[in-house]
Every structure is written in C-alpha cells, then in structure tokens.
C-alpha cells in the first residue's frame, strides 16, 4: 500500500519537483534513467498546465488530474480504474452483497461492454439476458467509450425502477431492447439437487462469496453421493480464496493457482491443504462462456490434476487481479496488480478454460416418432392422459430438490455431463475393486 501511495504522491508532485527531489526519490538509478523520468513528468505537467492556461472553458485543477488520472488507468487494461467517490462508495456498497440492480456481471471484451453472466434469479436472468451480451445503450446512453463503473452506476437505482437496455445478440439481426425492473440482488450461492434415477448430486454455485466452500461441502456430505456435478455455468467469480478453498475440497496435493505481478508481494501459490474430503468422488464440471475468473480457477485447477472431467463451452477468459487502492477517505484507484496462472503454467486472461468435451447448449434431440416407454411410465402416462378428459385436477408433485428427467432431456449440457460421470462412476468402481482384489 505504502508502495502506491508512494507513486501516486510522485504523480502529484510533478508540479513542483526539481532534479534533486527526482534524484532522490529513484536512489541509485542512473542517470539517464533519472532524465528520462524527469522529462516524462515535465510532458505530464505541460499539459497539465496547456489544458489549465488555454482550454475553451475553465477547468479546475482537480478535475484536470482526475481526468488525467481516470484516463491513465482506462487506458492501462479494461479493470483497472480511477473510483471517484461516487464510484468508490458504489463499490463498497456492491462488495456488501447487497444492492438495488438488476444482476448482472460485466467486463470489456474485444472493446465491448459485455456481459459476462447474469446471476439465476435475477431480474436480468429472469428478463433473458445473456452471456456474451453486448451492451449497446443504457437507457439512452451509449455505452461506446463508456467504463466499466460508469455503466454499473447506470444500472443501479432504486427498487422497483426501470432501466432500458439496447443489446445486440449474435444470434440476432438487430439489436433488442429489454426494460428491467431493479431489485435487490440478494444471490444465493450455493444450492444442491439430487438426478433422478442416479445416486449422483447436482451442486450449483452461482457466485463465490465467503461461504461457498463450507456451504458445497455440507451439502455434498448430508447427501453423501456416489458423484457430483459441480455447475459453474454463468459464474462471473467472486473470491479467490474461496476459489481455492473450494478445489481443496477436491484436489489432494499440488498446486492450485498461483499469481505473478510486478512485485515480490504481488506474486504467489496457492497450494492444495492436503485434506481433500471428497478426494474419491467422480466429478464432472460444467461451464460456460459466463464462467469467469474464480470459476475459471476452480474448472483449470481440476482439469489440470485430472480430477474432474470439464463439460460446456469455452469459458469467459477474465484472469487478472484487480486491488482497490484508497487515495484519501472518499476516492480510489482499482489497479491489476497480478494475472492468475493454472497449475500447468497455462494462463487464463483472454484465453478461458477450453472443456474436455465440448457441448453447446440446447434440448437432447430426440425422435418424435420413438414412443419406446416402460411399461410402468406407460401407465402413468396414459392415467394422465385419462385425467385429462375426465377433467381431474392431478396434484403436481414437488420436485424442486429433483432435477428430473425432463429437466435432463431440456439440457443437453447437463445430460453430457451426466453420461461423463457415469463413465467416471464405472472407471472408479473398476478401480477400487481391483485394489481389493490386490
């Protein structure tokens, strides 16, 4: 901290330095380095100093070095940032896990304000929004040239108020338009469902809050499987160390993810705590490209160590540490300092996780034509159909702790992902009865 702060007051400083203050502050650099220093500083203050004495409208001091400041870092990568104190008291309220929005997760893709996920349930999840996304206009504004915090600020507001946004969709010839009523986003993180007809557990993770890692492992022993579906699908990320505490539950030993940045302390590994409770279980991932960062981490850690096998789509490829650096009491910079790395040594900014079976979404194809059903789902079928004409009301059964087979067959990323851990589920029986044989 005291590194940055040391920067940022050189930064400043540039008004007033000399060569000396400059020789000093680099200690044992050499000259030339020195010059080149003072001169880069010097071009700063000039134009500083132009736009102050020759700008059209008066300019304030402070609002020129903002704006000088703002525009550095913009122009550094898409996540780092200048948080004046709008912004950086908006992100103390976001990172509290509550506020009024719409839910949705963004970053700047190819140039492009995109979404990288909306969260289940949200109402940007419920009124369609999807990954990758484009951003286009925010009511009326265009988001071209628009940062990261400018666009969460638009978004945000009161509950039950309205935001327009203009998308534009791959899929689609012209752009949409959706109106969406902000609410408080409150996010569940972590839920479970057991498969139909399977001993397997279908655990999902929404967004990696501080409790994910103890939630997952508590539901995953109260139903004690004989294989788990980790669903990462539409994860934007959250907190590294809950990233890692949750591979921890899968990965015995070796490394997990490290992260390399220009300084010492900026640079570590992060490595398995050897505990591992659910080390035996068959595992399959399933990911998207709304998978981002910590998911990101989690999906390349077990697929690096063989632990899992990963099903989906190519995942979102956001694989940089941001830090918040506070100026004074009300304003901030968010700086990446590191970019995360695989235990493979593979990276993953801007290049994402490929899956080992690669399945894009969609409903299981199937033959109107084939109607091939047991005797005993026959009958029930045709009861129904029964009921139907008599005009009985049938109570519908509740499976909301269930994914169903009809769920099943509307998914057909989940139901590769099942057949994947079917196969994982022989291969490992195979496995332990031969060690008993031994």
């Known amino acids: 901290m005291r590194y940055y702060r040391f920067i940022l007051i050189g930064f400043l400083s540039a008004f007033i330095a000399s060569s000396l203050l400059f020789s000093n502050l680099f200690g044992n650099d050499g000259l030339n380095s020195n010059q080149s220093r003072l001169d880069a500083y010097n071009k700063l203050r000039n134009v500083i100093l132009s736009v102050e004495n020759y700008y059209v409208d008066e300019v304030d001091i402070n609002e020129i070095v903002n704006k000088a400041i703002s525009g550095l870092l913009t122009n550094l990568d898409a996540h780092s940032a200048y948080l004046p104190p709008k912004d950086f008291q908006d992100l103390k309220v976001q990172t509290d896990g509550e506020f009024s929005g719409i839910g949705i997760q963004i970053a700047m893709k190819d140039g492009a304000l995109t979404i990288i996920a909306p ?15 484009i951003i286009l206009k925010i009511d009326d504004k265009s988001t071209i040239n628009m940062t990261i915090d400018d666009a969460m600020n638009l978004m945000r507001g009161k509950k039950k108020s309205i935001v327009k946004l203009t998308i534009v969709r791959k899929s689609e010839a012209k752009p949409l338009v959706f109106e969406i009523v902000r609410d408080v986003i409150s996010i569940k993180s972590t839920y479970a469902k057991k498969i139909e007809n399977t001993d397997y557990l279908y655990v999902r993770v929404n967004t990696f809050d501080k409790k994910v890692s103890q939630e997952v492992e508590n539901l995953i022993k109260k139903n004690n499987p004989n294989g788990i579906i980790l669903d990462l699908r539409g994860n934007p990320g959250g907190l590294l160390d809950q990233a890692i505490a949750l591979s921890n539950l899968f990965i015995k030993d070796g490394v997990i993810v490290s992260q390399k940045g220009k300084l010492r302390e900026s640079s570590e590994e992060f490595r398995a705590d050897g505990k591992a409770v659910f080390s035996d279980i068959p595992l399959v ?20 160590h063989k632990r899992a096998v990963v099903v989906g789509e190519k995942t979102f490829g956001k694989g940089s540490v941001q830090i918040v650096l506070p100026l004074d009491q009300n304003d901030g910079l968010r700086l990446t300092t590191a970019r995360y790395y695989l235990p493979s ?3 993953i900014q801007a290049v994402g996780i490929t899956p080992d079976i690669i399945v894009y979404p969609g409903v299981v194809p199937k033959d109107e034509n084939d109607f091939t059903i047991k005797e005993s789902d026959l009958k029930k079928h045709l009861q129904g159909e029964l009921d139907k004409i008599e005009n009985k009301i049938v109570k519908k059964t509740n499976n909301e702790n269930i994914i169903t087979i009809n769920d099943i067959y509307n998914d057909i990323q989940l139901k590769s992902a099942i057949d994947a851990l079917k196969i994982l589920t022989v291969v490992n029986n195979n496995h332990i009865i031969n060690i008993a044989n031994r």
Request: glycine residues 18%; aromatic residues 0%; charged residues 20%.
């Open 285 to 304: 991932v399933l990911v998207n490209s709304g998978s981002a960062s910590a998911s990101e981490i989690v999906a390349g850690a077990l697929q690096d």
């Open 345 to 347: 040594g593979r990276t």
């Open 119 to 133: 969260i289940e349930g949200t109402p940007g999840d419920k009124a369609g929004l999807k990954s990758g996304d």
